[in-house]
Nanobody
Framework: QVQLVESGGGLVQAGGSLRLSCAAS????????MGWFRQAPGKEREFVAA????????DYADFVKGRFTASRDNAENTVYLQMNDLKPEDTALYYC????????????????????WGQGTQVTVSS
């Protein structure tokens, strides 16, 4: 079982930045592919970013490319999402997700591919 705890959300003005963190329990963090998703009120949960076990491979949703960066520190069991140039439409509850994989370079872009989820951290961007 993997427990995930997100932090770093908050209220920011448009154009500002936030850095989300997701801390994972256990000793097998380096075996986990990690992802970030978000869900706005009344909308379905959507993919934001994914990072492979090694951190060498990342994927992003088109609407965050060039603004968001996913990274991880396997020694600290933590994955990050650096969010720059935030827009009001980025307002949502942001979730961290994890799934075991034997493949070091794989990234997972779909909610159904993840077994473990955090509780989410709220990001609110004012105009």
């Amino acid at each position: 079982q993997v427990q995930l705890v997100e932090s770093g959300g908050g209220l920011v003005q448009a154009g500002g930045s936030l850095r989300l963190s997701c801390a994972a329990s256990g000793r097998t963090f380096s075996s986990l592919a990690m992802g970030w998703f978000r869900q706005a009120p009344g909308k379905e949960r959507e993919f934001v970013a994914a990072i492979s076990r090694s951190g060498a491979n990342t994927d992003y949703a088109d609407f965050v490319k060039g603004r968001f960066t996913a990274s991880r520190d396997n020694a600290e069991n933590t994955v990050y999402l650096q969010m720059n140039d935030l827009k009001p439409e980025d307002t949502a509850l942001y979730y961290c997700a994890a799934d075991y994989t034997t493949k070091a370079t794989v990234t997972k872009l779909q909610t159904r591919q993840y077994d473990f989820w955090g509780q989410g951290t709220q990001v609110t961007v004012s105009s």
